[in-house]
Every structure is written in C-alpha cells, then in structure tokens.
C-alpha cells in the first residue's frame, strides 16, 4: 500500500493525499471500518476516498479496503498490543517468510538514480556524513556508522542528550550529508532535529517505512523499507540489508583508499593479537 501512495503521491489533491495518510497510519480503520468512517478521520468526503481508491489502482472502496485486510501483519500496532498474540504453530517457518519479504520488499523498491545520488553523496571526501536514528534503529544505525568510518573520514553518529543533539545539529554545515533512519511510530525529536538540519541547507536522506513519513517530507532522496515483524516488534531486517547495499556502493566509490584504511587496520589488530579465530 505504501508503494502504491508513494507512486501515486504527485498526483495526490491536498484532501486525497489526507486520505492517504490515514490509510497508512490507521490500517485497522480501512480494513474493518467504512467509506464514511475513513472519510471523517481524514476530514474529507466519501467521493474523495473512492477517488483516492481509482488512483491507487483498485476498483473502489471495497477493493482498497480488502488489500489493507489481506496486509495487514501488524506491524503498525504497539508492541504492548502484538505480545498478547497467540503464538505461530510454525515459528520458523513464519519468521522466514517475513524476513525474506522485508528484504525482497526493501530491495525492490531501491532507484538506482537515488542510491547513485546517496552513494555518491557519502563517498565524497569534501562532505562530512552524520547518522541521525530513532531509538529502535540504532542498532543498524551504529553499525552503519562504523562500517562507513572505516572506508572514510568524517563520519558521525548524532546522539546524546537534547543539549548535544541540539548543538550538533546548529554546527552542521552546508556542505555534510544527514542520514537519517526511523520507522514508525517516529520519535519527535529526530523529526524536529533533521527538520532544523533541512533549514541549515543540508542535504538530507532518509530511511523510512513510508512515502508520507514526516522524515521523507524532509528529505531530498527517501528509501523506504518493509519491517514487518513476526513478535511484539518491528524487524530491522530490511533496514539493515539497505544499510549493507549503501555501504557497499561507498566501498566501491572508494575503493583505492578504501583498501589502504582496510589494510592499516588489519595490520594493526594482527600486531596487538586483538582478533582471534580460537
């Protein structure tokens, strides 16, 4: 559903588009509710929500509201709500299916142009690359980081307190690239930080669950990722495998001095014995 609003969003009417975001952000309402129901939560009319429908592709209401039943895994939902959950009979089974659908799903909806325009933003030398991540990511946000800083310099993470936060953000410069990473529900303060960045004139990418996201409202190139989750949580399984394509395509762009930092640390941990295969 995303990737339908997403290709459909230039063609979107102001009312239309608040549609849309309703759609996203209250699944449960689409798929169990009505036309009418859909059209007050968006502050809209009910020939708007058939409009909306036509220009997603379906043949009307009913039909935009069976593909929300047929997708919804639940993965909007708290995890408070998900835990109460029976468990799967096929735990396994269930799990693998998810994750190689969050990464086939990541993948797929990949534009070479913007990952071109992203890689070559963060291999370039003369720009400074900070990492902005909600709570939730920052996992893959930090490896991210660490895989980055070891192709080149000049690379950050943005965290700490709302003082450090603050003040990191107000020294950035025109010149840097901000990634920032964040999936529903999003954290307000990443929001409002990499909104402060945009109006420094930094140029900004983002990775998200949506098209209508606030962060890809922000954003001059915007990935999206699946994150259905099989537990309580989200999976960052996709995240983390666009994270993997990116620094991929840096290790490529840069790869003579690349190889060269590679080297002096590999030499450096064989000197100290800091890594061990016993």
Same mark, same amino acid.
């Given at each position: 559903?995303?990737?339908?609003?997403?290709?459909a969003?230039?063609?979107?009417?102001?009312?239309?588009?608040?549609?849309?975001?309703?759609?996203?952000?209250?699944?449960q309402?689409?798929?169990?509710g009505?036309?009418?129901?859909?059209?007050?939560?968006?502050?809209?009319?009910?020939?708007?929500?058939?409009?909306?429908?036509g =220009?997603?592709?379906?043949?009307?209401?009913?039909?935009l509201?069976?593909?929300? %039943? #047929?997708?919804?895994?639940?993965?909007?939902?708290?995890?408070?709500?998900?835990?109460?959950?029976?468990?799967?009979?096929?735990?396994?089974?269930? #799990?693998?299916?998810?994750?190689?659908?969050?990464? !086939?799903?990541? +993948?797929?909806?990949?534009?070479?142009d913007?990952?071109?325009?992203?890689?070559a933003?963060?291999?370039?030398?003369?720009?400074?690359?900070f990492?902005?991540?909600?709570?939730a990511?920052?996992?893959?946000a =930090? %490896?991210?980081?660490?895989?980055?800083?070891? +192709?080149?310099?000049?690379v950050?993470l943005?965290?700490?307190?709302d003082?450090?936060?603050?003040? /990191?953000?107000?020294?950035? %410069?025109? /010149?840097?690239?901000?990634?920032?990473?964040?999936?529903?529900?999003?954290?307000?303060?990443?929001?409002?930080?990499?909104?402060s960045?945009?109006a420094?004139?930094?140029?900004?990418?983002?990775?998200?669950?949506?098209?209508?996201?606030?962060?890809?409202?922000?954003?001059?190139?915007?990935? !999206?990722?699946?994150?259905?989750?099989?537990?309580?949580?989200?999976? #960052?399984?996709g995240?983390?495998?666009l994270?993997?394509?990116?620094?991929?395509?840096?290790? #490529?762009?840069?790869?003579?001095?690349?190889?060269?930092r590679?080297?002096?640390?590999?030499?450096?941990? %064989?000197?100290?014995?800091? +890594?061990?295969?016993?």
């Amino acid at each position: 559903m995303a990737e339908r609003i997403g290709r459909a969003n230039t063609s979107l009417t102001p009312a239309e588009r608040r549609v849309a975001e309703v759609v996203l952000e209250r699944p449960q309402l689409v798929a169990f509710g009505t036309v009418a129901e859909l059209a007050e939560a968006s502050s809209s009319g009910a020939a708007t929500v058939v409009r909306l429908a036509g =220009k997603l592709g379906f043949d009307g209401f009913t039909g935009l509201q069976a593909s929300v %039943q #047929h997708a919804l895994a639940g993965q909007l939902r708290p995890a408070a709500e998900r835990i109460r959950e029976p468990a799967a009979t096929d735990a396994i089974g269930r #799990h693998l299916q998810l994750e190689v659908d969050n990464v !086939t799903s990541t +993948l797929r909806a990949l534009a070479g142009d913007a990952l071109a325009e992203v890689v070559a933003r963060v291999a370039d030398p003369r720009s400074r690359v900070f990492v902005l991540s909600g709570d939730a990511s920052l996992g893959v946000a =930090k %490896q991210l980081v660490g895989e980055l800083a070891s +192709l080149r310099d000049g690379v950050a993470l943005i965290e700490g307190n709302d003082v450090a936060v603050r003040r /990191t953000v107000a020294l950035l %410069q025109a /010149t840097d690239t901000l990634l920032a990473i964040d999936l529903r529900r999003y954290d307000r303060w990443l929001i409002e930080a990499a909104r402060s960045a945009r109006a420094g004139g930094v140029w900004c990418a983002v990775i998200t669950d949506s098209l209508l996201s606030p962060l890809a409202a922000l954003a001059d190139r915007t990935f !999206t990722v699946a994150a259905a989750g099989g537990g309580p949580f989200d999976s #960052h399984v996709g995240t983390l495998a666009l994270a993997n394509v990116l620094v991929a395509g840096v290790a #490529h762009s840069l790869r003579a001095d690349a190889a060269e930092r590679l080297d002096r640390a590999e030499s450096a941990w %064989q000197a100290s014995g800091a +890594l061990t295969d016993r």
